[in-house]
Every structure is written in C-alpha cells, then in structure tokens.
C-alpha cells in the first residue's frame, strides 16, 4: 500500500520575501539528501505561453532546475489575474475551489510535496485559497518566508502565529543587512522561538542575490539596445543617477559596484564617466543617440547601452523596483541560492519536525 504524501507550504508575509527562492533552495537540499520531492502552485500568477497553452512560470522554472518529471509536479488550479478576480466578484465564478484543491492533490507516491503559497496572508481570500486555507485543505504545515526591514518584522510575525496556530512550522528570515545579524540573532530570533515560532534560519543580504540582469532591465523599460546586445546577462547590484557635473559624478561613480547608470541621452561627459567606472550598463533617458564615442568605449568595455522613451524619474522607479524583488532565474544566482541556504538554513530541524528521514548524507 503507496503511503499518502506529506505536505510543506511555503508562504510569506509580504510579496519579494524571497518565497520562490526558499522554495528551490529547500526543495533542492531536501532532493540531495535522497528525498522524493513533489512540487506545485497552487494559485499561479507569473504566466508565460499562449493563453491555451500558459505555463505557470515559476512551476515551469523549477520543474526545469529541479529536473523533476511530470508525476512530481501538481497542477495550478487558478491564475490569479484581473480577469479571474472579475468574474469572481461579479459572480460569474461559483467554482469551489477548496474541493477542485483537494482532488487535485491527492497525491502519493513522494515523501513530501513542497506547495508554494500565496504572496502575503490574505492573497487568495477571495477563492478561499488563502495561505491558511490551503494549509487546512491538504493538511500542511507551513514554513514563512520574512525579508527583514526593521524590527517591525517581530509584531508582523507574532501577528501570523496567532493566524496561522499550529500549521506554522516556523519562520525562515531573509535578506538582513549584515549590520543588523548580530541583532537579529541575539535578540529577534530567542524572543520569537520563547513565543513559539521557531527560527530555520537568519539569512545575511546578499548583493548577487538582490541583482538584476541587463536583459531584464531592458524588458521591464521596454529599452532598445544600442550596443553589446551580447552581453545583457551582466547582474546589477545598485542604480545610480548621473544627474550632477561630471567631477562630483566621478566621485558618486567610484562608490558604486555593478552600476546600472541612468542619464540624459546629451550627457556625454556623464555617460563617458560611467564607463570608466564599476557599470553594467547605460540607460539613456530622452531617446536621443549617444555620441560615437560613448559607443565605441562601450564597445571596447562591453558595457550595453539601453535607450528608453521614459523620463529619467519614471526610469529610476522601474530599476530600483526590479533591484532586490529579482527573480532566481540566473545560473550563477541559483547556485549562490544553493550554497547560502545550506549555510544559513537548518535542514535537520525541518527533517525532524517533518518526520522526514533522509535517504543519503548531504
């Protein structure tokens, strides 16, 4: 007789919490250890293909990473879009979705399936799919997900233990400015384990992780690409703005790692500057050509310069939004992902509060 399977939910107390990374990164180490790992989301938002044929990005991502086969993987019952919100609201929409989750779910065969959850503790209320929801649907415990931006982050925590009760597994906190472990570790984490959350990990920020590829950057500004074209895979870190005389930019410059610089398209003092400088790429503002000899530095560095039809602020909004809220989809940032969460994150305590036993020794 197949043995029914167990299930984990990963959540998160705010979108970017860096739940889709948690999720590789555990899945992953757990495969390692000779786990039979399923995986699946329930409520997609990230979709790609024809709308016949949609794939659910992030299920495709790590199905793919993963190399996990069609059996692994469970089915996303809902895209959670304007549309689908609509026809909920207006009535249109009577599907109960708590019993298609149930059927849809009833898998056996792996020792755990890990289910991504919504973006916060609310998404999905609407089709009785919230985080909470799923949990008592297909009888998971749940591992949050929190990136740490002040102390705020404890009143949110013991907010979602007295939702959550006995389905939170614990909390996995990500993405704290190395300034503040110290803190976190000796006061956040034996304050929240003391009131029932226990704490899988203290993860420290990490800049590769927070970067953004030129390639990205260049589809969210809807850019086009002046120059190196082959090189839109270079990560950006940090944003800087060339906006000031060209000595006081300098100094601005030298400061930065792994710069995308964003300026006026007639800045060519500006932009010549940056080149010189730790830049990834140029993005010029105005839709007006660099002069020739910015391109052909840029050439010769092999930096791409990216032109977009927006003003300079409306440009900044769009990087800094994209800087830190990344998706884990690069070869290098995966790995990183890997190595960080075997560091940061405990593996044999969520083994034993899962019941799980390991096939093989990581």
């Known amino acids: 007789m197949s043995k029914s399977a167990k299930y984990l939910l990963i959540g998160s107390t705010e ?3 860096g739940k889709s990374a948690t999720v590789l990164g555990v899945a992953h180490q757990l495969t390692e250890k000779g786990l039979d790992i399923a995986y699946g989301k329930p409520l997609g ?3 790609s293909g024809s709308p016949n044929q949609a794939i659910e990005a992030d299920v495709q991502f790590v199905a793919q990473t993963l190399n996990l086969p069609k059996n692994r993987l469970q089915p996303t019952i809902l895209p959670l879009t304007d549309t689908t919100i609509q026809k909920r609201i207006r009535g249109e929409d009577q599907t109960d979705y708590c019993q298609l989750l149930a059927e849809c779910l009833q898998l056996e065969g792996p020792d755990l399936v890990v289910l991504e959850g919504p973006a916060n503790l609310e998404e999905g209320s609407l089709f009785d799919l919230s985080l909470l929801q799923v949990a008592d649907i297909v009888d998971a415990s ?3 997900v929190a990136r740490f931006h002040t102390l705020l982050i404890v009143g949110a925590l013991l907010s979602a233990k007295r939702r959550l009760g006995d389905r939170l597994l614990g909390v996995f906190i990500n993405d704290i400015p190395k300034e503040r472990l110290e803190e976190v570790r000796t006061t956040v984490k034996p304050f ?4 029932g959350i226990p704490i899988f990990g203290l993860m420290p920020r990490n800049a590769l ?3 953004v590829s030129v390639s990205d950057l260049a589809e969210q500004l809807s850019a086009e690409v002046l120059c190196r074209a082959d090189r839109l895979d270079l990560m950006v870190e940090s944003l800087s703005i060339g906006a000031m005389n060209v000595n006081s930019a300098l100094k601005y410059f030298r400061k930065g790692h792994n710069m995308a610089v964003i300026t006026g ?5 500006i932009q010549l500057a940056a080149l010189e400088t730790s830049t990834q790429c140029l993005i010029l503002t105005g839709q007006m050509r660099p002069h020739p000899d910015v391109l052909r530095r840029a050439e010769d560095l092999e930096i791409p310069i990216l032109s977009v039809d927006l003003d300079t602020l409306t440009a900044v909004e769009i990087v800094d939004r ?3 809220q990344v998706r884990i989809h690069e070869p ?3 790995q990183c992902l890997y190595q960080m969460m075997s560091e940061h994150f405990d593996f044999d305590r969520l083994l034993a509060d899962l019941n799980l036993h390991p096939v093989v020794t990581a």
């Open 192 to 195: 929240l384990e003391k009131h």
């Open 209 to 211: 992780l927070r970067s």
């Open 332 to 334: 290098m940032k995966i």
């Open 265 to 269: 398209g007639d800045r060519t003092d």
């Open 322 to 324: 994209a800087i830190g």
């Open 142 to 144: 749940v591992l949050l």
């Open 45 to 47: 938002t990230f979709w």
């Open 15 to 17: 979108a970017y919490s």
